[in-house]
């Protein structure tokens, strides 16, 4: 853990960032009083999702590929003032 005074943090920052990516810890001070904890943030990969999960749950039925009716697909094309 390293405990920086704000002035040093802002004067080198970009090094103290990479000491984060590293897993430390910076405790920020005032006048070397503590006011904050600064850590990286863990970067979370999302899981991959397997193909096919929802096979065999539902049936999409036939009527589904219907064309719409002419008077719904017009409301679509209408022009709003």
């Known amino acids: 853990m390293i405990e920086l005074n704000i002035h040093e943090a802002k004067t080198q920052l970009s090094k103290y960032l990479k000491l984060l990516k590293k897993g430390e810890k910076i405790i920020l001070c005032r006048r070397h009083v503590p006011v904050a904890e600064i850590r990286a943030v863990e970067k979370k ?27 719904f697909v017009r409301s679509f094309e209408e022009q709003t003032e």
Do not use: E, M, T, Y
């Open 45 to 71: 990969q999302p899981a991959r999702r397997a193909i096919g999960l929802a096979k065999g749950l539902f049936r999409v039925p036939d009527s589904f590929f219907d064309p719409l009716p002419d008077d």
